[in-house]
């Protein structure tokens, strides 16, 4: 009996999910404008007819005929036509993971239109998905598989988040693994998992890491956790036990032990007042990067 068994993916919380909501078009006569006000979901739209303006909350640009571009969530923006018979057609979605999928294919709230799309794939899936909408049964499978082609193609076409130069995007990378982090701090996290999490491997995290804060995302982590005993010292009672399990250490030894590493003074000392100056503060360094990159968290 001759068998091959190829596993696609290990873990369901890692992969792209996608939700269509709604599609259409939307023809504009000169200088007319559309404005919206989006919420949780995104738009993809191409324009298919003369040149129009996008205004939003973090990029204007000339959206020209063939190109597409998407709007993201808790995003104000307005579109205005620049000639008599300006065209859109749009897809409204939303899911799990879009972002971080549209940012392997080099897509940001500060950069959101699509680049080198050179056979207007893009464009005429679009098409294809208004004009499937129409047609039942079934044109919600039908749709949603020409809505993850698009996707795929996407990534294939600018995709960024592959290349060993990485600077483009390192902001973005080290702000999203790190609120992962801070998000599961009395966790240890592999680091290879939380690359992986990220459609990346360890050696392409790492990288993220020295461009954008000029040190491994291990040592990061490691005085990030460091710099939160510290205020647990000084503000607290709690034991030392208690706090190296805060802060994701599963035992007290090998918390002291690193703790001593890291600022050259005991726990007790430090508790009693002895000063330790950090490199670097990693919650200002956290803010900063998260400012950086603009990106608006959902409530």
């Known amino acids: 009996m001759d068998s091959s068994i190829v596993e696609i993916a290990t873990r369901k919380d890692k992969n792209l999910v996608l939700d269509v909501l709604g599609c259409g078009y939307l023809n504009m006569g000169n200088n007319e404008v559309y404005s919206k006000t989006l919420k949780d979901r995104f738009i993809l739209f191409c324009v298919t007819s003369e040149n129009v303006l996008f205004e939003g909350n973090e990029y204007n640009a000339r959206i ?121 701090l009395t966790k240890a996290i592999s680091i290879d ?55 994701g250490y599963s035992d007290q030894y090998n918390f002291s032990k690193a703790f001593r590493k890291v600022t050259g003074l005991t726990t007790l000392q430090y508790r009693r007042g002895a000063n330790w100056e950090p490199e670097i503060d990693c919650e200002i360094v956290f803010e900063k990067l998260t400012n950086s990159v603009r990106y608006i968290h959902p409530n």
């Open 64 to 184: 020209m005929q063939g190109e597409t571009c998407v709007a993201f969530p808790f995003q104000s923006f307005q579109i205005k036509a620049e000639a008599k018979n300006s065209t859109l057609y749009w897809i409204e979605f939303a899911g799990f993971k879009i972002d971080i999928y549209l940012a392997r294919g080099n897509i940001y709230r500060w950069n959101p239109k699509i680049e080198n799309d050179q056979k207007g794939f893009l464009p005429k899936s679009l098409i294809e998905i208004y004009q499937r909408s129409q047609k039942l049964p079934n044109r919600y499978c039908t749709i949603l598989s020409i809505f993850y082609s698009m996707f795929s193609y996407l990534i294939e076409i600018n995709n960024s988040m592959f290349r060993v130069d990485i600077r483009n995007n390192a902001a973005y990378i080290v702000s999203e693994t790190l609120e992962k982090v801070i998000d599961n």
């Open 193 to 247: 998992d939380l690359a992986e999490q990220f459609c990346l491997n360890r050696r392409q995290l790492s990288q993220a890491y020295r461009n954008a804060i000029g040190m491994t995302p291990k040592k990061f982590f490691i005085l990030y956790r460091i710099q939160k005993a510290c205020n647990l010292l000084r503000t607290s009672d709690d034991t030392i036990a208690n706090i190296a399990l805060k802060v």
